[in-house]
T-cell receptor
Framework: DGGITQSPKYLFRKEGQNVTLSCEQN?????MYWYRQDPGQGLRLIYY???????QKGDIAEGYSVSREKKESFPLTVTSAQKNPTAFYLC????????????FGPGTRLTVL | AQKVTQAQTEISVVEKEDVTLDCVYE???????LFWYKQPPSGELVFLIR??????QNEISGRYSWNFQKSTSSFNFTITASQVVDSAVYFC??????????FGAGTRLAVHP
């Protein structure tokens, strides 16, 4: 089955620790995205990548980092510099970069203890 | 800058009622796309529809229909004969250039038996 997987589903982290969220897709999509969702709010774009080995900052990139070494994978690292990292993180992908619909993974809920 | 307003924060209906979710957007782009997504309690966003700014025909898909009015910058979504499984948060998302989506806070729909 084609789709997007994110792991883990729930993640707990101590303050001051970096943590990496996994996102894998087997849809052969070129573009991938990371969003953050806080309770009762919409999604905000963290980073996006249109092609392998290239990525751009979204609206709230501070305290996050990404890599895109493979087409299928777009991991997100939440660093200790992110002041309020507790949130729901959603990964998405799309066929191209021109107005195509984005397909989303099941999300990772990160809680900082 | 692009912006979307979903004025209805929460809507509660009884099963089989029709319900309309409002969406008003702002954009300076002459070409743009509009999307609707559904977020059920599981958290994963589900793509519902994509509409380009040049196509003002209404669209119907089963119990779902969309009314696009470019003159009033609105793209409203109607569910006919609502069902409990329609309970979710619904997001209207205009494109924000180069395949970025702009999400508002969404409308939470609760359908009661």
């Amino acid at each position: 089955d084609g789709g997007i997987t994110q792991s883990p589903k729930y993640l707990f982290r101590k303050e001051g620790q970096n943590v990496t969220l996994s996102c894998e897709q087997n849809l052969n999509h070129d573009a991938m995205y990371w969003y953050r969702q806080d309770p009762g709010q919409g999604l905000r774009l963290i980073y996006y990548s249109q092609i392998v080995n290239d990525f751009q900052k979204g609206d709230i990139a501070e305290g996050y980092s990404v890599s895109r070494e493979k087409k299928e994978s777009f991991p997100l690292t939440v660093t200790s510099a992110q002041k309020n990292p507790t949130a729901f993180y959603l990964c998405a992908s799309s066929k191209g970069t021109t107005y195509n619909e984005q397909f989303f993974g099941p999300g990772t809920r990160l809680t900082v203890l | 800058a692009q912006k979307v307003t979903q004025a209805q924060t929460e809507i509660s209906v009884v099963e089989k009622e029709d319900v309309t979710l409002d969406c008003v957007y702002e954009t300076r782009d002459t070409t743009y796309y509009l999307f609707w997504y559904k977020q059920p309690p599981s958290g994963e966003l589900v793509f519902l529809i994509r509409r380009n700014s040049f196509d003002e025909q209404n669209e119907i898909s089963g119990r779902y229909s969309w009314n696009f009015q470019k003159s009033t910058s609105s793209f409203n979504f109607t569910i006919t004969a609502s069902q409990v499984v329609d309970s979710a948060v619904y997001f209207c998302a205009p494109s924000g250039g180069y395949n970025k989506l702009i999400f508002g806070a969404g409308t939470r729909l609760a359908v009661h038996p």
